[in-house]
């Protein structure tokens, strides 16, 4: 049947229908617990807030946080649910009021709204009951005023309960030179005093933490296998004890890039080779002592969870250059899938503006095996505090990088500053025949997906005869299913169309739909362009590209995704039918017209859409009734 109801499991993707409702759910919320945080005796004006809370509140609106986002937050951060409390003893038919007696106990003691109980989303965002860590790799020098955008983007995080474990780097400090230690030094020092200027508690921990070499029973040709670099340094627990204390006592831990060689002394290293073996320590840690609970503290720990959930880069180069957007950032990256071609794609001019972009890109790689599949790295400018609270919120790109190719050219968003969001991701690859797909594994797919039951012996049959391609992302963790129909149309050529696209539940949000929404660009309407090219073993670019039509039924909360992601869309009963024109032929035209202007319909276009109506309402449904 239709595809698209694009779901990312049970949740459909994205419910960009109500985003809307969200943004004005958040703003609602604000507006409401101001004095939450200042206790004023009346209600705060806005006047009354103090500006850095007002940046950090226009911070978390400027995110337009999806209800899922919103979900997905809470889960990390919010409350965990408790055992059910006892059902109340009955009350006797003597003892229990009447309905009118409720009501009139209701009329006479109205509730107290400033004794309210505190919404459990406010709550949970304004003081989050569980605290998560994040690995910060800050690439300095910065003047003092870039150093405090950066500092304030820590403390953002921290309010959010995201505490960071900071590790400074200098640049512009070439190893081996007299004083690099002192210099190394201060530099942390600079770090601690910023955060503190804006109201943090910072720790510097100024010894060496990590030990030089690969750990013990490290199996290096294993790691190689699985595609990413061993860390050039590791930790035991014991080691871990300063940033621990730290952390639990509410402060921030700032260290230089040093470690321990053979000898026993301390020497500077590369600062990914120190944030690499924190991050591999700190998720071992994590999982001895069962989600961080340290038993060596006293008083609860149970608030902490050492598991790093982010990584993040601050430099002043931004995100990694990208061969598709003439060195603007890469939005978002399946290291899985696209780490290779980015360093075959990388521009050697791109090293004198972004030295450090295929190390950080190295980092990020080796980090995120380690971490949590939720969890998420980010590239990022000193220039850009607030993106870090809407890459946390959200966990997701500034712009979405499934967008049509002219928007995103033409995006006021999309800056040398954008962020890169770096996803451990998943192989993308292309089937071309019915016989080389896993029946069993894309039913379950799809009926997990779409929450019905898949007519099978119909629509194996129709794809014998019908299949174009299957898209499959990992092992049948999202799959996109194009089939050719019709072929009698005014041209002869049967259409593309998009006969299913779904995602597991337990993929929803990690990227797999934009990374599967890529592939499919690149496979159809973007073909033929040479940003179309990336590794997903398909056409990789070479061939021309065609439309790409599907429908979705019409009250379908993701079809404003859809809205945003196609060339068009008409009604056509309970069904609307959206479409992709082919990039390459809306280049060409566009090049011909020149400055003639806009027209709504090309001579092209005529009888098109009444063909792909017919076609495509007659194509039967997929499931049982």
């Not at 295929?358 to 380690?370: D, F, H």
């Not at 009250?555 to 992601?565: G, L, Q």
Request: aromatic residues 6%.
């Amino acid at each position: 049947m239709i595809p698209p109801a694009v779901r990312q499991g049970t949740c459909r993707i994205a419910p960009a229908a109500t985003q809307s409702r969200s943004a004005q759910t958040f703003r609602a919320f604000y507006a409401t617990i101001r004095n939450n945080w200042r206790q004023p005796s009346a209600p705060a004006e806005p006047e009354d807030v103090d500006p850095s809370e007002k940046d950090f509140i226009m911070s978390i609106l400027r995110a337009n946080p999806s209800l899922r986002d919103t979900r997905s937050y809470l889960a990390s951060f919010g409350p965990r649910p408790k055992p059910p409390s006892p059902a109340p003893a009955k009350r006797t038919e003597e003892s229990a009021p009447t309905a009118i007696q409720d009501r009139k106990t209701k009329d006479v003691v109205p509730p107290d709204i400033a004794q309210r109980l505190q919404s459990p989303v406010v709550a949970s965002i304004l003081n989050p009951i569980v605290r998560r860590t994040a690995l910060v790799k800050v690439q300095a020098p910065f003047t003092d005023r870039q150093l405090e955008s950066v500092a304030t983007g820590m403390v953002y995080l921290e309010k959010l309960g995201l505490v960071s474990v900071i590790v400074v780097e200098n640049d512009s400090l070439p190893k081996g030179e007299a004083g690099e230690r002192a210099a190394l030094l201060e530099e942390t020092m600079r770090v601690v005093n910023a955060l503190e200027k804006q109201g943090a508690k910072a720790r510097p921990v100024l010894g060496a933490v990590v030990r030089l070499g690969p750990k013990p029973e490290d199996d290096e040709l294993a790691a190689q296998q699985r595609g990413f670099a061993v860390p050039e340094a590791h930790t035991f627990p014991s080691d871990l004890v300063h940033i621990r204390s730290a952390l639990h006592a509410g402060e921030i831990p700032v260290l230089p890039p040093l470690a321990l060689d053979s000898f026993c002394r301390s020497v500077r290293v590369d600062a990914n080779d120190v944030v690499a073996a924190l991050t591999r320590g700190m998720v071992e840690v994590a999982a001895q002592d069962g989600r961080g609970r340290d038993p060596g503290f006293d008083g609860e720990s149970e608030d902490m969870d050492l598991t790093p959930l982010r990584l993040m880069i601050i430099n002043k180069e931004g995100g990694v250059p990208s061969y598709a957007r003439s060195g603007l950032p890469h939005l978002l990256v399946n290291l899985n899938a696209e780490y290779p071609y980015i360093h075959n794609t990388f521009d050697p001019r791109w090293h004198a503006s972004h030295p450090t972009a295929l190390s950080n890109l190295a980092l990020a790689r080796t980090c995120l095996e380690y971490m949590p599949p939720s969890s998420s790295a980010v590239m990022v400018s000193h220039r850009s505090p607030s993106s870090l609270i809407a890459n946390l919120v959200t966990n997701k790109p500034a712009v979405s990088s499934s967008l049509p190719h002219a928007l995103l050219q033409g995006n006021r968003k999309l800056t040398p500053a954008t962020p890169t969001l770096l996803r451990r991701g998943l192989p993308i690859r292309v089937i071309r025949t019915v016989a080389d797909v896993d029946k069993v594994k894309l039913k379950a797919l799809l009926e997990q997906s779409f929450q019905r039951i898949l007519d099978e012996e119909s629509f194996w049959h129709r794809l014998e005869t019908h299949l174009d391609y299957v898209i499959v992302a990992g092992d049948y963790a999202g799959a996109a299913v194009v089939t050719r129909e019709g072929g009698h149309g005014p041209d002869g050529e049967p259409i593309t169309y998009l006969d299913k696209f779904a995602v597991l539940p337990s993929h929803q949000g990690d990227g797999t739909v934009d990374f599967l929404w890529v592939a499919l660009h690149d496979e159809s309407y973007g073909l033929g362009l040479p940003f179309s090219a990336n590794p997903n073993g398909g056409k990789e670019g070479k061939g021309e590209g065609c439309d790409l039509v599907w429908r979705s039924r019409a009250d379908n909360p993701v079809n404003k995704w859809y809205f945003e992601r196609s060339s068009g869309h008409i009604r056509m009963g309970r069904w609307v039918l959206f479409w992709c024109d082919a990039e390459v032929r809306l280049k060409t035209i566009e090049g011909r017209r020149g400055s003639q202007g806009l027209s709504y319909v090309e001579d092209w276009e005529h009888g098109r859409l009444t063909h792909w109506a017919d076609v495509v309402d007659k194509i039967p449904s997929s499931w049982k009734k």
